[in-house]
């Protein structure tokens, strides 16, 4: 018998998540909709917050996305104050911008940024549990 394959915890598994094809089919089909607000937003929030993303940061480039587009938003220099989740975010929304093409996918796209940056709060302020299947009291 094989050796039972090494054991990953979530937030392993949604930091591999490609959030790039979330947002590509969950900006413009409704059938991937959940799956980009769901596992993608978790995957983003893991993803940003591993890479020390602060919310404020993330809600203030959704209020970009919201007054000026997700192409204007692409285009920043310094979309985040760090190299690296910079460059990140960029691909992010450069393939949203480049699939999004509504105003509403637009405002999806704001409301998913945002919502990546309440789970990123929501992150630092809940302690985690000693052993994955206890919960915090």
Do not use: C, H
Request: proline content about 10%; cysteine-free; overall charge negative.
């Amino acid at each position: 018998m094989p050796p039972a394959p090494d054991s990953r915890s979530d937030d392993e598994v949604l930091a591999a998540t490609d959030v790039t094809v979330l947002l590509r089919y969950g900006l413009t089909q409704d059938a991937f909709r959940t799956a980009l607000f769901g596992d993608g937003a978790v995957a983003g929030a893991v993803t940003l917050d591993r890479l020390g993303v602060l919310p404020r940061s993330l809600v203030f480039v959704a209020e970009i996305v919201r007054a000026g587009g997700l192409a204007y938003a692409a285009e920043l220099p310094e979309p985040l104050p760090d190299p690296e989740p910079a460059a990140v975010l960029r691909d992010w929304l450069t393939e949203a911008a480049r699939t999004a093409t509504s105003p509403e996918a637009e405002a999806l796209a704001a409301r998913w940024l945002k919502a990546v940056a309440e789970l990123i709060a929501l992150r630092r302020t809940t302690p985690t549990p000693q052993n994955p299947g206890e919960l915090p009291d």
